[in-house]
């Protein structure tokens, strides 16, 4: 049941990674709304133990604190919606673990008459699996859409297979902001911002750093720099098998060349020149109205996700970019992804959320039962398989053996736990991608 009228408003975040944790913090506090007697927000976020749990470090990069912060499994979590009362939960993860976490959740609030509204969406530019991840997230009261091109693209999958496209809502990515560029710094400053798995190969990985390292030798006057999500060890919200920092190892970077890590935003406050890949980060450069590049060298291609920005002006090569040319993003493109809103819109890019969930919050007698668009009917060889990562039957319930199903573990089980946490981060970090180069040989 949700908290009481006289208290803060509560809200609670399960994240699977240290990106989505910042993404869905932030989505709490921007989309929260304001209600008379309840100006007070109460966050509680839930990291669902996996391979990439955030590590203390990252969360601390981050910088999005909570009122308190658990490590869970599903179960685990589900449990807790069952015990404590919230107004709002958000689901930052991955799209089997939308779906899991619906049919989980539909089973605990089954016979309730009120429940907290539940909202997901994504972290950034949604490049691939479009179907598939939006069809993983039907069924949630609220599936945010980062900009009017996504909205539109989202409403049409869901009508396009019979399914209510009523919870799709505009929005804006929720961590832009910053002040904007007004010139160049001393020294003038390039910065790389690197992808865990974009591109995916040694080959390719190699080669943009090549390019980056000739750069700084060609430009001795800038500061270049090669902004890092993670440190060696560490995962993201993708898996990084040839991390950046062991690949300079074998370089002879000049002195005006630098490893970065840190807030992108700070990083953001000293650029000049933000060159990617494909990374969110560019739609926060835009919004500042920092030049920014999306590396045209490997190709245009979906499997590097820079396809997303074909329009955008912002396509160049680095042989352009060292012959001194400047990108002129197209104002259009530009507006319908929500970046580089003039007037103060991107405040107001959150208004249509705010009052939804304020209205769902204020309906009479509640809201309705979760209704995902996969049931054990509509998917029947996929469903089950989709829950059962997280431990879960086809109907929401836990399966038999599930981890703390019914008890908080004791100091002894803690301790097994964290041992073997390590164990399977080790295996999935460091000997699979080993036994998967092996296999290519």
Request: neutral net charge; aromatic residues 6%.
């Amino acid at each position: 049941m949700p908290a009481s009228a006289t208290e803060p408003l509560r809200v609670a975040v399960l994240a699977d990674s240290d990106t989505r944790w910042k993404w869905g913090a932030l989505t709490a506090n921007r989309v929260a709304p304001q209600r008379a007697g309840r100006t007070d927000l109460r966050l509680d976020g839930y990291l669902l133990r996996g391979r990439a749990t955030p590590t203390p470090r990252q969360l601390q990069e981050v910088g999005v604190h909570a009122d308190s912060l658990d490590e869970v499994t599903a179960v685990e979590f589900l449990r807790a919606m069952d015990e404590k009362p919230y107004d709002i939960v958000v689901l930052a993860l991955v799209g089997g673990g939308v779906q899991a976490v619906l049919h989980g959740l539909g089973r605990v609030w089954a016979d309730r008459t009120e429940r907290p509204v539940v909202v997901t969406g994504y972290v950034g530019v949604v490049y691939e699996k479009l179907a598939d991840g939006l069809l993983l997230r039907h069924g949630a009261d609220l599936v945010l859409a980062n900009s009017r091109q996504d909205a539109d693209r989202f409403r049409a999958v869901y009508e396009g297979v019979g399914a209510d496209a009523a919870a799709v809502t505009e929005v804006a990515l929720p961590f832009l902001g910053g002040a904007a560029y007004t010139g160049e710094h001393d020294p003038y400053t390039v910065v790389f911002a690197a992808q865990p798995s974009v591109p995916d190969s040694r080959r390719d990985r190699t080669y943009l750093l090549d390019r980056l390292i000739r750069h700084a030798r060609k430009h001795p006057e800038r500061q270049v720099l090669l902004k890092l999500r993670s440190k060696p060890g560490e995962h993201t919200t993708h898996i990084e098998e040839l991390p950046y920092q062991k690949l300079v190892q074998r370089a002879d970077p000049p002195p005006n060349f630098q490893l970065v890590y840190g807030h992108m935003g700070e990083v953001l406050d000293r650029t000049d020149l933000l060159v990617t890949v494909s990374s969110t980060a560019a739609l926060e450069s835009l919004h500042r109205r920092i030049p920014t590049v999306v590396l045209t060298d490997l190709g245009v291609r979906e499997a590097l996700g820079n396809h997303h920005f074909v329009g955008s002006g912002c396509l160049a090569s680095w042989d352009q970019l060292d012959a001194g040319h400047r990108p002129a993003p197209d104002p259009e493109w530009v507006a319908r992804q929500g970046v580089a809103a003039e007037g103060g819109s991107y405040e107001s890019a959150f208004d249509a959320a705010r009052e939804r969930i304020a209205r769902l919050l204020d309906r009479p007698g509640g809201l309705p039962p979760l209704t995902p668009y996969y049931t054990p009917v509509t998917a029947p060889g996929y469903l089950p398989g989709i829950l059962a990562r997280h431990h879960l039957a086809p109907d929401g319930h836990p399966l038999p053996g599930a981890p703390a199903a019914d008890k908080d573990p004791g100091p002894v089980r803690q301790i097994v736990r964290r041992a073997a946490r390590g164990a399977y981060r080790h295996g999935v970090q460091r000997v699979a991608p080993v036994i998967r180069r092996m296999g290519e040989l």
